[in-house]
């Protein structure tokens, strides 16, 4: 697989010559819009309704708008002025417990390897103690003119390298003004959960998390491509219990059927 960036990783006076893999790649199937009658994949104009006139590209300008009859215009010179220079080196700032991390900061996921012998031996040692620490790192990195906050955990022989979210992008919890009131809930109804919950513990499995929908896509497209006719069936409507205890037994049960 090709690396998306080579640089260095410098922890302290430590400069470690690495590279950046994709951990993850989104498959998802795209389609394109046509003329029905010709095949031709059509064009979106850019249209001024008051001028009842299409735009080229000249014409154009770039504007924030303050509310809806005030803007500030923006040019693309002014927005190049204030990019940052892309540098070589993710720069480790401090090393964490990542259990402090909340998973919603999380974003993509990237393997970081070293680049060539010369860097393996400091990457081997850093890995195994912050294995053995039990810490992950938090670094910063301007890739491409952007800005990229990392957390960099030893896994799997591998460094995993996530890009997180900035701190201001983040909808915190509390400010949704919903709290769970647990002095009101249910002994019983609670009991049945940790119960139910029980029943259905089990070990991850990754290989389970398949996307249903894009297969389906797929195997009609195929069958369409063969001059066939697929036809899914529909899925079995499940009986709907309204009472809390009926739903929470009903489950259980089911659950103890399944475990058997």
């Known amino acids: 697989m090709k690396a998306t960036w080579s640089g260095f990783l410098r922890i302290g006076l430590v400069t470690i010559p690495v590279k950046l893999y994709p951990a993850v790649v989104k498959r998802a199937i795209s389609f394109h819009m046509i003329h029905k009658d010709c095949g031709s994949r059509i064009k979106y104009l850019k249209y001024c309704p ?3 006139k299409v735009l080229k590209d000249d014409e154009i300008v770039r504007a924030y708008f303050l509310d809806k009859d005030h ?30 991390i909340a998973p919603i900061y999380y974003a993509d996921a990237h393997y970081l390897l070293p680049e060539g012998k010369g860097g393996q031996e400091a990457f081997a040692i850093f890995y195994k103690a912050m294995e053995k620490k039990g810490r992950a790192a938090i ?11 990392f957390l960099i955990k030893p896994y799997e022989r591998k460094f995993l390298a996530s890009t997180l979210h900035f701190y201001q992008d983040v909808i915190k919890a509390e400010d949704l003004g919903i709290d769970i009131k647990e002095e009101e809930l249910d002994p019983r109804y609670l009991d049945l959960a940790e119960r139910l919950i029980d029943s259905l513990s089990d070990h991850f499995k990754p290989e389970e998390l398949v996307d249903h929908y894009a297969e389906a896509v797929l195997k009609l497209i195929e069958a369409k491509a063969r001059g066939e006719k697929f036809e899914l ?3 079995e409507e499940k009986a709907k219990v309204v009472n809390l205890m009926e739903a929470l037994k009903a489950s259980l049960e089911k659950a103890d059927k399944k475990a058997a």
Do not use: H, M, N, W
């Not at 215009?73 to 990542?98: M, N, Q, R």
């Not at 670094?139 to 906050?149: K, L, M, T």
């Open 50 to 52: 008051r001028c009842d």
């Open 71 to 100: 803007y500030v215009v923006v040019t693309d010179e002014e927005l190049a002025s204030l990019k940052l220079s892309s540098s070589d080196t993710i720069e480790v700032k401090y090393f964490v417990d990542e259990r402090e």
């Open 139 to 149: 670094g910063q990195a301007v890739i491409r003119q952007r800005e990229y906050p």
């Open 233 to 235: 069936k529909a899925a």
